[in-house]
């Protein structure tokens, strides 16, 4: 766990600080006062503006302890949130709705990325998928006696949401279940399991479509924006403890912009803070090449999200991960990223 020091945001320039005080009261209850706030975040590249917070200093800026813990998965991160052992995510949107349909007190202040996937594979499917479009899989099944095998993270994540999309609504050849051979294949090990003949496709996040897209024999297929146009990947969500408290939560959020901006201006340094902190085979020359990738979009405006959010909880809520629909008013804490406009 890394622990931030505390500097007030009086320190800053007198008129963000009287901006900030003009809208206390009118977010949370306007009266909580939080001495510390516990960060978590997964690993992985659509989480970049907590990675430039971390090596800029921006947690420095929220008038709060900032400590950050790292998670290996989403579902951890909603096991300690859920507890209480967290108080601000950065993680996949799905999460966030688990946590809410549980009756979770939370919100979203910010969306971090969208468009974030491509779907990957063989040479020999790439090519069958440009001759045949959504005859693919039964062409396939034909000639191979056998469906595609397909590797992707567990259902219900944002991954097998877009996935199940691209096969039932996109594509219209029927229920994902029935169309394709799938397998649990963790992103980290999605390249070395395409690369070793296991599957033949995978819908994959940057950096690892990046690897893959490098090697022989493997080609895109398709991009989740063209799939699910807008749809989010990653949030910033935020337990009830953090959205009463206005200047912490609107804090964040600035922080948050403040990355995103970071981002958009100097995205190798920006691809080079991901890559010290992500580690795991993440080096800094692949997330430099990795940044300039369509799937590599970061924002924060958690309205650009909202559409595609209440489009996406319908297919959460088909496979049973959460109970219906989360609703945008439920899902979402606006105040705190308007009060900065």
Known sequence: MVQISRRSLLQKAGATTTAATGIAGCLGQGGASLDSVTVAYVPIY??????????????????????????????????????????????????????????????????????????MGTTELADLYEQEGAATFERFEEEHGRKVRFGAPPDGSVPDIVLRYWIQEDLDVGEMDSTINKSKVPPAKAVQTIQSGDIDATIIQEPFATIISQADGFEELAWSGNILDNHPVTVLFANQRVLDDDEVAQSLVEQHVAATEFTGNSPDAAASHAASVIGSGVSEDLATAAVDSKASEFISDPHAITDQAATMGEFVASVGNIEEPVVTENLFAFDPYDALQ
Do not use: W
């Open 46 to 119: 659509p989480n970049m503006q907590h990675y430039v917070m971390e090596q800029e200093g921006d947690y420095e800026n929220v008038p709060a302890d900032v400590s950050i813990e790292r998670f290996s998965s989403g579902p951890s991160v909603v096991k300690a949130f859920a507890s209480g052992d967290v108080d601000v995510a950065l993680f996949g949107i799905t999460p966030a709705m688990v946590l809410v349909d549980k009756g979770t007190n939370a919100g979203i202040l910010a969306a971090n990325s969208r468009n974030g996937f491509k779907i």
